[in-house]
């Protein structure tokens, strides 16, 4: 598979061309400009029988992602790079009939973008070696980007990492995931919103002075965290056909903000994976259910949240979403339904769940779920009847990382996990920066150039 930017033609690149230059030269996205079908990997008995086999999903995912990454790697070395990204798994966690949570905060940071980040990592590093060079990854962050870039370039030999984030706008342990790291790692924090910071990592890109810099980004944008999102969904499918059986196509509900990971379910159904429709929950930062309704894309800033890694005002994935389904709005609506969720619903909802199935759900998750079963009580009434499919939450984040809001909200005391309580005591050696492209850049040479 090769891909091409989202604003045009272009030439077209590879997979690891398209890791290393992040943006396209035109300023837009890379995204697929071929087609690929991984079905017939989904649906072989065999693939289903090695679910229960114990196989890790390390190497379905490199069987899976082997025909995207052909140009680039050979089978095997696809899954050294599975292997070295995804030591933890999705695990798929029914709670109600047809009604299923896919836990994806497995990982070192405690949510989803473990997953991109780790397979980024394990490419970037991979190259850097072979070509003996470094990299400096800038990244911005609204809360959780951030930290598990952190974790996954943590300690790598070949790459500087900056993280940006706005100052007042995470929790205390997102927090702490950012700034406690050391070593390659170097947090920044902004005196902004996370717009300004995604802001200030576009315009660094483009600046003058940064030209002897080698620079490269590590966002949502970045291919090398979007391919590898399609492994879960895929994931949840082949292990739903398990106990739901081989026709089975989910319903999907996504908590979004930039739409990275929506976007990424979008890939996997179009190569083949089944999947009856895509909710895009989102908190009152809803430019895209409000696009879905109106047909009109209205970026604006983005207002806080309790699930504040949702809070984006102008989604960076919209981009490579609008390209996939042809910029026709109508065509979008047959796939994908947007269902904005409010605060008062999203903390009712980390309730519910707590009193009907026992289960502490993140505030983001909150946001899916209560998606998810929106959509699932229309359904039952226009058809009066209860036959109304499967339906997967993608749980984004762990709910130990979000202490103060579960406290508040459950008057209980959430078990934080100890890769996340051992930082509570590490000191915050954030450096302090205004949103200020010329002088982040003058910072940036200082510390890191030749
Ligand atoms: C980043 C994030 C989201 C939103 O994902 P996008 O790909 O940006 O839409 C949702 N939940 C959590 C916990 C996140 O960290």
């Given at each position: 598979?090769?891909?091409?930017?989202?604003?045009?033609?272009?030439?077209?690149?590879?997979?690891?061309?398209?890791?290393?230059?992040?943006?396209a030269?035109?300023?837009?996205?890379?995204?697929?400009?071929?087609?690929?079908?991984?079905?017939?990997?989904?649906?072989?008995?065999?693939e289903?029988?090695?679910?229960?086999?114990?196989?890790?999903?390390?190497w379905?995912?490199?069987?899976?992602?082997?025909?995207?990454?052909?140009h680039?790697?050979?089978?095997?070395?696809?899954?050294?790079?599975?292997?070295?990204a995804?030591?933890?798994e999705?695990r798929?966690?029914?709670?109600?009939?047809?009604l299923?949570?896919l836990?994806?905060?497995?990982?070192?940071?405690?949510?989803?973008?473990?997953?991109g980040?780790?397979f980024?990592?394990?490419?970037?590093?991979?190259?850097?070696?072979?070509?003996?060079?470094?990299?400096?990854?800038?990244?911005?962050t609204?809360?959780d980007?951030?930290?598990?870039?952190?974790?996954?370039?943590?300690?790598?030999?070949r790459?500087d990492?900056?993280?940006?984030?706005?100052?007042?706008?995470?929790?205390?342990?997102q927090?702490?995931?950012?700034?406690t790291?050391?070593?390659?790692?170097?947090?920044?924090e902004?005196?902004?919103?996370f717009?300004?910071?995604?802001?200030?990592?576009?315009?660094?890109?483009?600046?003058?002075e940064?030209?002897?810099?080698?620079?490269?980004?590590?966002?949502?944008i970045?291919?090398?965290?979007?391919?590898?999102?399609?492994?879960y969904?895929?994931?949840?499918?082949?292990?739903?056909?398990?106990?739901?059986?081989?026709?089975?196509?989910?319903?999907?509900?996504?908590?979004?903000?930039?739409?990275?990971?929506?976007?990424?379910?979008?890939l996997?159904?179009?190569?083949?994976?089944?999947a009856?429709?895509?909710?895009?929950?989102?908190?009152?930062?809803?430019?895209?259910?409000?696009?879905?309704?109106t047909g009109r894309f209205?970026?604006?800033?983005?207002?806080?949240?309790?699930?504040n890694a949702?809070?984006?005002?102008?989604?960076?994935?919209?981009?490579?979403?609008?390209?996939?389904f042809?910029?026709?709005?109508?065509?979008?609506?047959?796939?994908?339904?947007?269902?904005?969720?409010?605060?008062e619903?999203?903390?009712?909802?980390?309730?519910?769940?707590?009193h009907?199935?026992?289960t502490?759900?993140c505030?983001?998750?909150?946001?899916?779920l209560?998606a998810a079963q929106?959509?699932?009580?229309?359904?039952?009434?226009r058809?009066?009847?209860?036959?109304?499919?499967?339906t997967?939450?993608?749980?984004?984040?762990?709910?130990?990382?979000?202490?103060?809001?579960?406290?508040?909200t459950l008057e209980?005391?959430?078990?934080?996990?100890?890769?996340l309580?051992?930082?509570?005591?590490?000191?915050?050696?954030?450096?302090?920066?205004?949103?200020?492209?010329?002088?982040?850049?003058?910072?940036?040479?200082e510390?890191?150039?030749?």
């Amino acid at each position: 598979m090769k891909f091409r930017s989202t604003r045009g033609n272009g030439t077209e690149v590879t997979f690891l061309e398209a890791v290393l230059q992040g943006l396209a030269p035109d300023g837009g996205l890379f995204h697929p400009s071929s087609e690929v079908d991984l079905s017939s990997g989904l649906a072989k008995a065999g693939e289903l029988a090695k679910v229960g086999d114990g196989e890790p999903f390390s190497w379905r995912a490199a069987r899976w992602l082997a025909p995207v990454l052909r140009h680039d790697y050979t089978t095997d070395q696809v899954k050294g790079l599975c292997e070295r990204a995804f030591p933890f798994e999705p695990r798929l966690r029914t709670l109600d009939e047809g009604l299923h949570l896919l836990e994806l905060f497995h990982g070192p940071s405690c949510a989803f973008k473990d997953f991109g980040a780790g397979f980024l990592s394990a490419v970037m590093e991979e190259y850097l070696e072979r070509v003996a060079r470094r990299a400096l990854v800038l990244t911005a962050t609204s809360g959780d980007t951030g930290s598990a870039v952190a974790q996954a370039f943590a300690g790598r030999r070949r790459a500087d990492v900056v993280v940006l984030y706005p100052k007042g706008r995470v929790s205390r342990l997102q927090e702490q995931q950012l700034t406690t790291v050391g070593g390659n790692v170097t947090a920044v924090e902004v005196e902004g919103s996370f717009d300004d910071c995604q802001r200030l990592v576009k315009e660094s890109f483009a600046h003058r002075e940064a030209g002897n810099l080698p620079l490269t980004s590590a966002n949502s944008i970045n291919l090398g965290r979007l391919i590898p999102q399609v492994l879960y969904y895929m994931e949840a499918v082949t292990t739903l056909r398990v106990t739901a059986g081989q026709e089975c196509a989910p319903v999907f509900s996504v908590p979004s903000g930039n739409f990275g990971n929506l976007t990424a379910g979008v890939l996997a159904w179009r190569w083949g994976m089944p999947a009856q429709r895509f909710l895009a929950a989102t908190n009152r930062n809803d430019v895209v259910p409000k696009y879905l309704e109106t047909g009109r894309f209205n970026p604006r800033p983005s207002v806080q949240t309790l699930s504040n890694a949702m809070d984006v005002g102008n989604p960076s994935n919209f981009e490579r979403l609008a390209t996939l389904f042809g910029h026709d709005v109508e065509a979008m609506r047959k796939a994908i339904t947007g269902i904005p969720v409010s605060e008062e619903q999203t903390s009712a909802q980390i309730r519910s769940a707590w009193h009907r199935w026992g289960t502490v759900v993140c505030p983001h998750t909150a946001v899916g779920l209560c998606a998810a079963q929106r959509w699932r009580e229309e359904q039952r009434q226009r058809r009066g009847s209860s036959a109304d499919g499967e339906t997967v939450v993608l749980a984004t984040a762990h709910p130990g990382k979000f202490p103060e809001i579960i406290r508040e909200t459950l008057e209980l005391k959430v078990e934080i996990p100890e890769r996340l309580a051992r930082l509570l005591d590490l000191p915050n050696e954030a450096v302090l920066m205004e949103p200020d492209v010329d002088r982040f850049v003058a910072w940036l040479k200082e510390r890191y150039g030749a």
